[in-house]
């Protein structure tokens, strides 16, 4: 991370602490229990986007992409979730995400003999665009130790750890971190967790061991993204991948948060285990640190991602001559890659006490991200991969579980300047969207 990135990021974060508490933050996802038997519920998103851009920035022309307006209008996730109280210390917990952007064919490898030995296929009838997000059998013990086991999220950065629509301000979810590690990410494995203190040493923390990446799917273009294992009908857990996240919530409506992420030798999790038999160890190493503020008149968050990958240059090479479905066939995946984000809103309500004023946030978020930040030795970036992103709009809440969202975005390339125009043509669009999320019942 160069210096003037390292001195924003940690000026973003650090404008968070300053901030002055107006009530309790809420309890973690992980840890609440508030029903006596059972709860059902999810989340959902619907998006509309108008775009004075093309379709691919790196097909375009020698400025970037074309200036052909398109428009787009999608559900990116509609969810399912449930939870039941086996008795009062286990629970079975459920969600379920039909995805726009999902696929649902399953490839598997033939192992017979004969010509079909070794090849890709696909079992169709497997087909559709539904991702089991979460399944899992939760222990309660006490609260400072917990145990769960299962399909789990991996609570990597700020977006996976709190991705629900409510969760932050711009009609599609902060394309940051979900430009450059998989979101929703979720795993197969053990969790531990739990909260500890009081007062103002108040933390919860979350301790994972699970199934790790695979390098086919890194890429130049999205970093480490495509590498979340799924495509087969089994994940390999050659080399897992340890995930821990601690969080503060010792001052009401304040949580400050920082999480890692180790995977030592991902090229054991390829599914052919010739592609890196010969190649050095493919770790990966992320670290983030995140912050929100909830209180009477401001909301707030940050965030900071930072990633390496070691033997990038042999992972790009493996990569390009893999058949692998992972395979992203691209050279140059970065062996560091950054996102940084930030977003301020404003309740128009809080200004406004004894008045019936519609609950109006008024907004701005920003956005960096790179997943080439830094290169093996005698590899080129393509500085069309440094985005740096600007939104401005209005989120109204009519109702507590429902936000509807609009927002004016652009984004400069090839600068990691927060404001000013980057060497290629910039990106603009509206974005119109409408969310919930909600429990339907409980008991």
Known sequence: MNKSNKGLAIALLACLSLSAPAFAAQPPAAQDTAFSKYRIGGYGEMLARFKDYGLNRFAGTA??????????????????????????????????EFEAGGVGTAYEIESGSGSENGEYETETEKGGEVALEQFHITRLVVPAFNVRVGHLVVPMGLTNTHHEPLSFFTPARPEGETSIIPSTWHETGLEFFGSFGRGLASFDYEALITSGLNPDGFGKYEWVKGGKQGAFEFDNFTSPAYTARLNWTGVPGLRLGVSAYYNPNSGKNCEKLVNYEALNKVNVF??????????????????????????????????????????????????????????????????????KFPAIYPYAHYDYYNPQESMSAGTAADPRTQVSMWACGLNWRPLPCLVVKADYATRQFGTHSLFGKGRYNSENELRIGVAYALYLAKK
């Not at 052909?68 to 917990?93: M, T």
């Not at 995140?290 to 990569?319: E, F, K």
Request: glycine share 10%.
């Open 63 to 96: 400025q970037g992409n074309t200036k052909i307006k398109h428009n787009e209008i999608s559900i990116p996730r509609f969810v399912l979730s449930g939870d039941y109280k086996l008795s009062s210390k286990w629970i079975l917990g459920v969600e379920v």
């Open 286 to 355: 992320m670290y983030s640190f995140d912050a929100q503020y909830v209180g009477r008149y401001v909301t707030a968050r940050a965030n900071v991602l930072h990633g390496y990958l070691s033997a990038s240059d042999q992972v790009s090479a493996a990569s390009v001559s893999s058949a692998s479905p992972y395979g992203t066939r691209n050279r140059g995946v970065g062996s560091h890659a950054l996102t940084y984000s930030a977003e301020l809103g404003f309740n128009l309500a809080g200004f406004f006490p004894g008045v």
